[in-house]
């Protein structure tokens, strides 16, 4: 399934890319958003990608304690030489006792 949803990603910020073409300003995009509850894509429109975008990217992923993310930058020739993927390895997988259906305000403002 997570497969299957990054691919989806992938796949629509191909077409984004290919119709405006690289060298946008980031606001032209959509900004951070979350897929399908699982997958957190954080969009640039930067000369590349620094420590700093992992680690904010990183920072979303635990706190939202999901485990996949990627950031996409759209100043690039090509799309695919802008694409890092991001894992969060310290997700805290539920017991039964959490409520794991609550949303927290900060997963709303990425939706």
Do not use: W
Request: aromatic share 4%; with cysteine.
């Amino acid at each position: 399934m997570d497969h299957l949803i990054t691919q989806e990603i992938i796949g629509a910020a191909i077409e984004v890319h290919r119709r405006p073409g690289p060298g946008l300003l980031e606001s032209t995009y959509r900004i951070d958003f979350l897929v399908k509850g699982q997958v957190v894509v954080e969009i640039k429109a930067i000369e590349g990608i620094s420590q700093i975008h992992v680690a904010q990217l990183l920072t979303y992923l635990r706190l939202l304690n999901l485990r996949k993310g990627r950031i996409l930058n759209f100043n690039v020739s090509a799309l695919k030489d802008g694409i890092k993927r991001v894992s969060n390895e310290k997700r805290i997988i539920p017991t039964s006792d959490c409520k794991t259906s609550e949303t927290s305000a900060f997963s709303e403002s990425l939706r």
